[in-house]
């Protein structure tokens, strides 16, 4: 049975930082590529971050690059998201996702990925 559980989320105020985790279960972790996406309420889902299954290649969205870090750590089955210097627009829920192999990371969209976490919530206070 597959499963991606997010954790890590919370409150902090502005200028913060969380990491946040996922552990995923019931698949081969390096044998997919992985992300973080986040949907605020009255907004489009948004892809915030993503790295191959070697770590070799990453993306970031405009809106996150140089203050937030995607890692994982294969041997533990986790993929985490070093968020640094929050503002309040990064309030949202945050997902985890996994993308099987075959596409390039910077192509990758909400479609290619197969499991989903149910989130992790994070609120930014100014």
């Known amino acids: 049975q597959v499963q991606v559980v997010e954790s890590g989320g919370g409150l902090v105020q502005a200028g913060g930082s969380l990491r946040l985790s996922c552990t995923a279960s019931?698949?081969?972790?390096?044998?997919?590529?992985m992300g973080w996406f986040r949907q605020a309420p009255g907004k489009e889902r948004e892809g915030v971050a993503f790295i191959s299954w070697s770590a070799e290649d990453t993306y970031y969205a405009d809106s996150v690059k140089a203050r937030f870090t995607i890692s994982r750590d294969n041997a533990k089955n986790t993929l985490y998201l070093q968020m640094n210097s929050l503002k309040p627009e990064d309030t949202a829920m945050y997902y985890c996702?996994?993308?099987?192999?075959?596409?390039?990371?910077?192509?990758?969209?909400?479609?290619?990925?197969?499991?989903w976490g149910q989130g992790t919530q994070v609120t930014v206070s100014s």
């Open positions: 996702a996994a993308s099987d192999l075959g596409h390039t990371i910077v192509d990758l969209t909400a479609e290619d990925f197969v499991y």
């Open positions: 019931g698949f081969t972790f390096e044998d997919y590529n």
